[in-house]
């Protein structure tokens, strides 16, 4: 079989996101019947189907979802390329630390003063993001190592080094009832009507099913909390940034989050081995924290 141009897996990959052709060509900025002509060739040549089309919409097809999965770590591989080639021809030599921000505060701050003790310390250039953007910064070669949570970050094709596990809290409006309350269970925060639970994004863009909010950044849940509109539920210690008229109350029995140090698991870049050091050391001190 002839080799899969990159070219080709862009024009898919737009059909794919958009599950509309005029939509992906216009994206593309081309006209669509060449698209199409595009895309029918690329399954003559796997010898696949990859989208079911009908007069009202277009879908994937179970092997249509494997190659968008598998164009976005090409899409990830030439991006990461391009961009460690221009960092390896910087004069200074530094790490890019990618974190979620308002997550793990005190956390991070440890590791990095942990690590700046270290006599084989390099200047780390700390890079925020949105929930879940880790991953996709890591992949790309945009930042050398990641903090990252388990289990709701996606972790797999990643080296890692744990440095706390801890429980969870519920962040609620300060008026709310349920403020008052010592302590609460996943039952309690699934039954409050009136406070729906936030939905963040799963890894793939898509949300879960629910009657709460759709929120992608701290900024907005942290007002929808503020205007009694939602509550959610987060690591004990990414509770910093809450607002004054919040309250944090342990959920009891909501799984463990693991907050670890991820860097790619393509063969570890040696000037990591002294942030991992000191993920090391950080992991001896913290250990594992538990809530209510």
Known sequence: MEDIEI????YFAAVAEELHFGRAAERLHMSQPPLSRAVQQLEQRLGVELFVRDRRNVRLTGAGEVLLEEARNVFDAVTAAVERSRRAAAPDERLVLVSKAGASHELLRDLLDTYAARADALPVEVLLCEVGEQRHVLRQGRADAAVMHSPYDVIGGFETQEMLTEGQVAIVPKAHPLAQRPRLTLADVAEVPDLPLARWPRHDGSYPPGPGPEVRTQAEIAQLVSLGRAL?????????????????????DAPLVTTLLAWRGTGRDGRLDGLVAAAVEVAGREGVRAVG
């Open 7 to 10: 070219r080709e897996l862009r």
């Open 232 to 252: 959610l539920v987060i690591p004990e210690s990414s509770r910093a940034w809450q607002w004054p008229d919040h309250v944090a109350v342990p959920v009891v």
